[in-house]
């Protein structure tokens, strides 16, 4: 049997989060099967306000159920295949190998370690607060274990920062990647700190690829802003629709790559 301690882990994101959808589909799930075998009523009826509203609770509550399940079941899978995914993404950028990289919310290393795959004398910095529940395991030492199974971890270094204020002089990286990070910032406001840092540290002529569940028109308009006007969303809008549609609006994926004006 293969020593699992020998293989990068990257971990799941949002544990708490895609435990609480499979509860939820599975408390749906009964009321649906209940209300089908008589333990409960086939048409929920309410009067609110003076009005009648019928509400079938077996369909109804079964397809929610679907919905929470599918929802979980994405988010879990996803995060079990996240190498393939880091490499798709990261083709999405041409490397020379000489960069200086930014990994912003770096986590276990995902990205992190993917860039310095791709480097040759540049390096690769992750900066994280490293809270677990964004990801399982999010410790600092990590990502630089994940460097060393992967055979990068000459060129990797991580501090311990928060993306609203990075410690680092304008204008010092070439590259500024993020994957599912910012949106964990709650306040508009403080999304809107975490752009401007990125567009700050950017380099004149730099790129930042920034892959997120949602917040994409917020990022647009504080890259604008701030000098980064050259910005493309580059996923299927068809793709992303329909992971809106079937998460009931929760999520909606896309990756965005931006270029600092020169």
Not at 44 to 66: E, K, Q, R, Y
Not at 81 to 109: N, P, Y
Not at 150 to 166: F, I, P, Y
Not at 184 to 196: C, E, F, K, Q, V
Request: hydrophobic share 45%; aromatic share 6%.
């Amino acid at each position: 049997m293969p020593d699992s301690s020998n293989r990068p882990d990257y971990g799941i994101d949002a544990p708490g989060v895609n435990r609480n959808l499979a509860l939820v589909g599975l408390l749906m799930l009964v009321i649906s099967i209940a209300a089908f075998i008589g333990w409960l009523p086939r048409v929920l009826v309410v009067h609110p306000f003076g009005a009648t509203v019928a509400f079938p609770l077996t369909a109804n509550c079964l397809i929610i159920s679907l919905a929470f399940f599918g929802t979980a079941a994405w988010m879990y899978f996803g995060s079990r295949s996240k190498i393939a995914e880091r490499d798709k993404l990261l083709d999405r950028l041409t490397w020379t190998g000489h960069e200086q990289v930014l990994d912003v919310g770096c986590g276990r290393g995902l990205l992190l370690v993917g860039v310095a795959k791709r480097l040759t004398d540049g390096a690769a910095t992750g900066v994280d607060i490293w809270q677990a529940e964004d990801l399982s395991g999010n410790r600092p030492e990590v990502p630089l274990k994940n460097a060393e199974l992967e055979g990068v971890a000459s060129r990797v270094t991580v501090r311990t920062a928060d993306m609203r204020q990075l410690p680092f002089e304008t204008s010092t990286f070439d590259v500024i990647v993020s994957r599912a990070a910012i949106h964990n910032l709650y306040n508009a406001d403080d999304r809107a700190g975490a752009i401007r840092e990125i567009a700050r540290v950017l380099k004149p002529g730099g790129r930042a690829l920034i892959a997120d569940i949602r917040h994409h028109s917020e990022y647009a308009k504080t890259f604008t802003e701030h000098g980064c006007r050259d910005i493309r969303l580059l996923d299927s809008k068809i793709a992303s629709f329909l992971a809106t549609v079937v998460t009931m609006g929760s999520l909606r994926p896309n990756t965005m790559l931006v270029r600092k004006d020169a």
